[in-house]
């Protein structure tokens, strides 16, 4: 056998391998992306606790808990606690305030209860809930906002069911979750403003982002294979988490952008690209060396001072 189709064979047999061990890993980065661990609540506890986003004292006499159980309309039940304002603040429209609070990733409602304070100190009645897949709701695997977005209208459409349509509504997440209330917003255009903290513009880029400069893997084929085993675990695509596309379409939504500029997790720099997106009413605050989801730690006066601005100016609160 001539040299070089020893060569060739030898040659292909090394592609084939490459390609074989990087679709392994696809496999199981995907897999930890949409059946993620999740931190039990002690530990989510703990979490809050050291970084001071909420105390001990305040989880068990500040905050009071209704909690119940909502079908999402995929079938599984998802656990949601209702949080009742007390501050008998009444607004000229007597409009009841209401927002729905959406978690991050590997997370649950409870680390949300540092934005839950803020507007119940506002007048807002406040819903949390566990996204699918996550502490208590049913354990159906991650889609990172596509499916998450469809579960978050079901608690929307819960609280205006409740409260009735003489309501002013607004969603606030984090992470993983300011992704989905984005999505929510463009897919749905059913509230009337939008809080997006360290949300990602693009699934797919952001996985490109993390393979490259975190994991430091190539981006193709990885991205390639790992969108295949997305679809196939999921019955979703890369592409429909797509942030800066749903809020291309929100021009009618008041829409409040907030990013720490030292995030490693999710660049900053999608931060300007869905701010630049948003047509219509938008504030954009950027908080120097918050790392990912930090920022109301680091500033959380500021955070709050700036929260205020934003919805007096939305006309969602009277300043």
Same mark, same amino acid.
């Given at each position: 056998?001539?040299?070089?189709?020893?060569?060739?064979?030898?040659?292909?047999?090394?592609?084939?391998?490459?390609?074989?061990?990087?679709?392994?890993?696809?496999?199981?980065?995907?897999?930890?992306?949409?059946?993620?661990?999740?931190?039990?609540?002690?530990?989510?506890?703990?979490?809050?606790?050291?970084?001071?986003?909420?105390?001990?004292?305040?989880?068990?006499?500040?905050?009071?808990?209704?909690?119940?159980?909502?079908?999402?309309?995929?079938?599984?039940?998802?656990?949601?606690?209702?949080?009742?304002?007390?501050?008998?603040?009444?607004?000229?429209?007597?409009?009841?305030?209401?927002?729905?609070?959406?978690?991050?990733?590997?997370?649950?409602?409870?680390?949300?209860?540092?934005?839950?304070?803020?507007?119940?100190?506002?007048?807002?009645?406040?819903?949390?809930?566990?996204?699918?897949?996550? &502490?208590?709701?049913?354990?159906?695997?991650?889609?990172?906002?596509?499916?998450?977005?469809?579960?978050?209208?079901?608690?929307?459409?819960?609280?205006?069911?409740? &409260?009735?349509?003489?309501?002013?509504?607004?969603?606030?997440?984090?992470?993983?979750?300011?992704?989905?209330?984005?999505?929510?917003?463009?897919?749905?255009?059913?509230?009337?403003?939008?809080?997006?903290?360290?949300?990602?513009?693009?699934?797919?880029?952001?996985?490109?982002?993390?393979?490259?400069?975190?994991?430091?893997?190539?981006?193709?084929?990885?991205?390639?294979?790992?969108?295949?085993? &997305?679809?196939?675990?999921?019955?979703?695509?890369?592409?429909?988490?797509?942030?800066?596309?749903?809020?291309?379409?929100?021009?009618?939504?008041?829409?409040?952008?907030?990013?720490?500029?030292?995030?490693?997790?999710?660049?900053?720099?999608?931060?300007?690209?869905?701010?630049?997106?948003?047509?219509?009413?938008?504030?954009?605050?950027?908080?120097?060396?918050?790392?990912?989801?930090?920022?109301?730690?680091?500033?959380?006066?500021?955070?709050?001072?700036?929260?205020?601005? &934003?919805?007096?100016?939305?006309?969602?609160?009277?300043?």
């Amino acid at each position: 056998m001539p040299w070089y189709f020893i060569f060739i064979i030898i040659l292909l047999s090394v592609i084939v391998l490459l390609l074989i061990c990087d679709f392994i890993i696809a496999y199981f980065i995907t897999k930890t992306m949409v059946e993620p661990y999740c931190a039990p609540i002690d530990d989510v506890l703990k979490h809050e606790y050291k970084y001071q986003r909420i105390n001990k004292d305040e989880f068990e006499h500040y905050f009071n808990f209704e909690d119940f159980d909502l079908q999402s309309q995929y079938g599984y039940n998802l656990k949601c606690s209702y949080l009742k304002n007390n501050q008998n603040i009444n607004f000229s429209d007597n409009k009841k305030r209401i927002v729905v609070l959406s978690h991050g990733w590997t997370s649950s409602r409870y680390a949300m209860l540092v934005y839950a304070k803020m507007y119940l100190n506002l007048g807002f009645d406040v819903f949390i809930y566990d996204h699918r897949n996550h &502490f208590q709701s049913d354990k159906k695997v991650t889609t990172m906002g596509d499916k998450e977005a469809d579960d978050l209208q079901t608690v929307i459409e819960y609280a205006k069911k409740t &409260f009735g349509e003489n309501v002013l509504i607004g969603t606030h997440g984090e992470s993983m979750g300011a992704a989905t209330v984005m999505i929510n917003a463009g897919r749905y255009h059913s509230v009337d403003f939008v809080v997006e903290d360290c949300g990602y513009s693009s699934l797919e880029k952001l996985l490109k982002y993390q393979c490259k400069e975190l994991k430091h893997l190539p981006t193709f084929p990885t991205i390639f294979f790992g969108n295949f085993i &997305f679809f196939v675990k999921t019955k979703s695509t890369y592409g429909k988490v797509n942030p800066i596309k749903s809020i291309a379409t929100c021009d009618d939504i008041p829409m409040y952008f907030i990013h720490g500029d030292n995030d490693k997790f999710v660049p900053s720099y999608m931060v300007y690209k869905n701010y630049d997106a948003k047509p219509g009413f938008k504030m954009l605050s950027v908080y120097k060396g918050s790392s990912h989801a930090h920022s109301v730690v680091d500033y959380k006066k500021e955070y709050e001072k700036n929260l205020i601005k &934003f919805l007096g100016e939305a006309k969602i609160i009277e300043n």
